[in-house]
C-alpha cells in the first residue's frame, strides 16, 4: 500500500491523541461506516445488536464532504473495538483506517464488510481481503440452504465448532475464492457455510491482511419465517444473527456483556424427603453427583414441610455442594399459580406467604437451608404474581418458559438468545430444559457459546431405569464447559449479573436478582459500577452492602452504586422491600381437604404406582388422555355437589353402621 499523505498523517495523529483520551472514559464502540444510499435497516439491526452486547454504536457518512476522521473527532472520545463497513462505503474509506481507529498500545481493529452484493465492486473486494476474494458472484439457482455450518478448530466459533444448525437466512451471491485458497499456506477462511444438497456459499469469511483482520458478510435473506416467536427456536434464532453474532463476541471480548462464569443446575420436582421417592434414591444420586460433578436441587412442596425422614435430611445437610433445596409451589394443588378467574391474585399472594411460611418452618425442623426461589406448579404465573415474588424476597422463578402466563412471547429473535429476564415485574425468570423430551446438544453448545447457565429438570420417572439417568447430560455439559460451576438455584442468582470491562479497567454491572456476590478476579483494586433496572411500581425497603445499609444514587428509573472490590475479594449487595409478611401469625396449617386428598394421591402415584409397569402405564394412559385436566374441571365445577354427595354418603354409611350396632345388641340381648 503507499504511504499516508500529510494530511492523512496529521488526521492519524488527531485520532491516536482522542483515543488516549478514551482510555478514561466507559464507552466501548462499534463504528458504522456507511453510505447516503446504505440500507437504513442495516443500522437499525446493528444498534439492536451492539444493545444487545453492551456496545455503542456510531456512525459515520463515508460520502461526508468532512471525511470520516473529521466526523470521529465530532463524536468525542472513542474506545473503537470493531469497524463494520457497509459494501458500498468500500471506495470512500481511508484503507487504513483500521489502524488509524485503534488506541495507542492496543491491538488492531478487526474490520467487517456488511452486505456485499454482485453490485460490489470485485477490485474492492480483491483490496480488502488481500486478494484472497475475487468476486461475489451472482448464483446459477435461487440459493436454498438446508443448514448453517460452523468451520471446526477455529478461535471464533467455540463450543460451536463443527456444528450444523438449521439455515433461515439465504446469501445473496456467492463470495468466489481466489485460485489457490484454500492451500498450504492459507486455512479454509470460511467461518460460517451454508449448505444446500449440491452447493456450498461461504456466509462469513476471514482474511488476515496487512491492515489487520478484515471478515466479511454477503447480504442475506431471511427464507424461513416460521420459528419466530416459538420459545423452542433458539437454533433458528441463532443462526439468523450467526455471521454478526461470532463477529461482535470475537472483537468485544471482555467489553461485551457477559456472565463472571459458567454455571449449571439439575432440579427434581415434587420429592418430599423420603426414601426412596418412587425411583429416586438420594444415596445413589449422591453418588452420581460425585463421580460426574453435578448439582440436584428439589423443588420441595411446601405443603411437605413436616414429613421429612431424618435420615434423608442429614444427607442435604452434610452435602450441601450437592444438594439444594428451592420452592415449588405451595400446596401445588394442579396449576394454583395461573388463570384469576380461577385463582385470584388475593389467594396467589396468600400462597406464596403461606409457602415462605411453611419453608421456614420447614429450615427450624430439618436445619436444612433452602432458596427462596420459585418453581411453578405445571407452568409459570401470570406477571402480577411475579411482582408479588418480588415484593416478598424471592431471588427468582425457574420454569420451561421464562415469560409469564398472561403475556405474549417476543417475537424478538435476540430474546431467545438468554435463558434469563428481568422484563416482566423486574423479578429474574429463568426457563430450564425439559427431560420430557430429549435435550437438544446443539440447543447446549449455544447456551454454552453464550455464557449463559445451563437448566434442567425433571420428575422422580427419569430414574425408573437407571439412578445414571442424567449423567450423560452432566459429562457433556462439563466437556463443553470444563469450569461450569453446578449450584442451587440461591447461589446462580446471586452470581447471575451481567458484567463488562470498561476503557478504565473497570467495570460495569447489570444487577439482575435482589441479591449479588460480586468477586473481583484482577490482581489489582477495581471498581463496579452496579446498575439495578427498578419497575415504576416496586419498592425498596433496605440496601445493604457486605450487611451495611448503603444509599445509591437514583437516574431515570434506575439505581446505581460504586464499589471499590480488592484483588479477589468479594462483596455482597441485597436489596430488600417492604411487605407485610409476619411469620409468627401466618398460618402454615393443612386446612384444605382438596389439597390434602390431591397430595396424597400423588404420592400413591410417584412411590408406588411408578415403581410397577403397570401402574406406569396407568399414569401415562391418565394423563395422555387428559386426565388431569377432567379432574380440574370436576374439581372446579363440580367441588360443592360433589362435597356434599360426599357428606351425605359419610352420613349414610356413619346411619347403617350405627342402625346395624344396635340391630347385634338387640339379637343378643334377645
Given at each position: 500500500m503507499q504511504e499516508l499523505p500529510l494530511r492523512h498523517l496529521l488526521s492519524a495523529i488527531a485520532l491516536a491523541i482522542l483515543m488516549g483520551l478514551a482510555t478514561t472514559s466507559r464507552a466501548q464502540d462499534v463504528l458504522w461506516v456507511h453510505t447516503r444510499t446504505s440500507n437504513p435497516e442495516d443500522e437499525r439491526q446493528l444498534r439492536h445488536l451492539t444493545d444487545f452486547e453492551g456496545l455503542r454504536l456510531q456512525t459515520v457518512d463515508a460520502q461526508a464532504a468532512d471525511g470520516v476522521i473529521a466526523q470521529l473527532r465530532q463524536l468525542g472520545p472513542l474506545h473503537v473495538l470493531a469497524i463494520i463497513a457497509s459494501a458500498d462505503s468500500l471506495p470512500s474509506i481511508d484503507p487504513r483506517i483500521q489502524a488509524l481507529v485503534r488506541s495507542p498500545g492496543g491491538p488492531v481493529v478487526p474490520l467487517l464488510v456488511f452486505g456485499i452484493t454482485v453490485e460490489t465492486g470485485p477490485r474492492q473486494l480483491q483490496q480488502w481481503s488481500g486478494n484472497m476474494i475475487r468476486a461475489c458472484e451472482a448464483p446459477k439457482s435461487a440459493i436454498a440452504p438446508k443448514l448453517l455450518r460452523f468451520a471446526t478448530d477455529t478461535p471464533h466459533a467455540g463450543t460451536l465448532s463443527g456444528l450444523d444448525l438449521p439455515a433461515v437466512t439465504a446469501p445473496a451471491c456467492t463470495l468466489s475464492l481466489a485460485s489457490g485458497v484454500p492451500g498450504p499456506s492459507r486455512p479454509n477462511p470460511s467461518l460460517l457455510t451454508a449448505v444446500s444438497a449440491d452447493d456450498r456459499q461461504p456466509v462469513?469469511?476471514?482474511?488476515?491482511?496487512?491492515?489487520?483482520?478484515?471478515?466479511?458478510?454477503?447480504?442475506?435473506?431471511?427464507?424461513?419465517?416460521s420459528w419466530i416467536g416459538k420459545p423452542s427456536s433458539l437454533p433458528e434464532a441463532f443462526s439468523s444473527l450467526a455471521p454478526m453474532l461470532l463477529f461482535l463476541t470475537y472483537a468485544g471480548g471482555s467489553y461485551t456483556w457477559h456472565l463472571d462464569g459458567h454455571y449449571a443446575n439439575f432440579t427434581i420436582d415434587d420429592p418430599w424427603l423420603t426414601e426412596p421417592y418412587g425411583n429416586l434414591d438420594y444415596h445413589g444420586l449422591l453418588a452420581e453427583m460425585e463421580r460426574h460433578n453435578f448439582h440436584t436441587t428439589i423443588a420441595f412442596v411446601p405443603w411437605n414441610y413436616d414429613r421429612s425422614v431424618p435420615s434423608v435430611a442429614s444427607l442435604f445437610r452434610q452435602h450441601p455442594n450437592r444438594f439444594s433445596i428451592c420452592i415449588h409451589g405451595n400446596n401445588h394443588a394442579h396449576r394454583e399459580f395461573a388463570d384469576y378467574a380461577h385463582d385470584p391474585l388475593s389467594q396467589q399472594i396468600a400462597d406464596i406467604k403461606q409457602s415462605v411460611a411453611r419453608m421456614e418452618r420447614f429450615h427450624g425442623l430439618t436445619g436444612i437451608e433452602y432458596d427462596r426461589f420459585m418453581v411453578f406448579p405445571h407452568g409459570i404465573a401470570p406477571e402480577a404474581t411475579l411482582a408479588a415474588l418480588k415484593t416478598y424476597g424471592f431471588l427468582g422463578t425457574a420454569n420451561s418458559l421464562n415469560v409469564p402466563f398472561d403475556r405474549p412471547f417476543p417475537l424478538d429473535p435476540l430474546f431467545l438468545l438468554r435463558p434469563y429476564t428481568t422484563s416482566y415485574a423486574g423479578l429474574l425468570s429463568l426457563s430450564r430444559y425439559s427431560f420430557a423430551a430429549p435435550v437438544s446438544t446443539t440447543d447446549l453448545a449455544i447456551q454454552s457459546f453464550l455464557g449463559n447457565p445451563l437448566l434442567f429438570y425433571a420428575h422422580q420417572d427419569l430414574f425408573r431405569d437407571s439412578i445414571h439417568a442424567f449423567s450423560p447430560i452432566a459429562d457433556v455439559v462439563n466437556r463443553m464447559q470444563p469450569d461450569t460451576q453446578w449450584a442451587g438455584?440461591?447461589?446462580?442468582?446471586?452470581?447471575?449479573?451481567?458484567?463488562?470491562?470498561?476503557?478504565?479497567?473497570?467495570?460495569?454491572?447489570?444487577?439482575?436478582?435482589?441479591?449479588?456476590?460480586?468477586?473481583?478476579?484482577?490482581?489489582?483494586?477495581?471498581?463496579?459500577?452496579?446498575?439495578?433496572?427498578?419497575?415504576?411500581?416496586?419498592?425498596?425497603?433496605?440496601?445493604?452492602?457486605?450487611?451495611?445499609?448503603?444509599?445509591?444514587?437514583?437516574?431515570?428509573?434506575?439505581?446505581?452504586?460504586?464499589?471499590?472490590?480488592?484483588?479477589?475479594?468479594?462483596?455482597?449487595?441485597?436489596?430488600?422491600?417492604?411487605?407485610?409478611?409476619?411469620?409468627?401469625?401466618?398460618?402454615?396449617?393443612?386446612?384444605?381437604?382438596?389439597?390434602?386428598?390431591?397430595?396424597?394421591?400423588?404420592?400413591?402415584?410417584?412411590?408406588?404406582?411408578?415403581?410397577?409397569?403397570?401402574g406406569r402405564d396407568l399414569v401415562s394412559s391418565y394423563y395422555a388422555n387428559h386426565g388431569e385436566a377432567v379432574e380440574l374441571y370436576i374439581e372446579r365445577k363440580m367441588l360443592i355437589p360433589a362435597a356434599v354427595t360426599g357428606l351425605a354418603l359419610t352420613i349414610l354409611c356413619c346411619e347403617i353402621v350405627r342402625r346395624r350396632r344396635r340391630h347385634a345388641v338387640t339379637h343378643r340381648a334377645i
Open positions: 462469513l469469511l476471514a482474511a488476515r491482511t496487512p491492515s489487520g483482520e478484515v471478515f466479511f458478510v454477503p447480504r442475506l435473506k431471511l427464507i424461513d419465517r438455584f440461591g447461589d446462580i442468582s446471586k452470581h447471575l449479573y451481567q458484567t463488562r470491562k470498561r476503557a478504565d479497567g473497570d467495570y460495569d454491572v447489570r444487577m439482575l436478582s435482589n441479591e449479588l456476590a460480586i468477586t473481583n478476579h484482577d490482581p489489582t483494586t477495581r471498581n463496579f459500577y452496579i446498575q439495578l433496572d427498578e419497575p415504576s411500581n416496586s419498592s425498596i425497603a433496605d440496601i445493604l452492602v457486605d450487611g451495611v445499609p448503603a444509599a445509591p444514587q437514583k437516574k431515570s428509573g434506575s439505581l446505581s452504586l460504586q464499589l471499590a472490590i480488592p484483588p479477589h475479594g468479594t462483596r455482597t449487595l441485597q436489596i430488600d422491600s417492604p411487605n407485610d409478611l409476619d411469620l409468627q401469625h401466618q398460618p402454615i396449617g393443612k386446612s384444605s381437604v382438596v389439597a390434602y386428598l390431591l397430595r396424597q394421591v400423588s404420592d400413591f402415584r410417584d412411590i408406588y404406582l411408578s415403581t410397577h409397569s403397570w
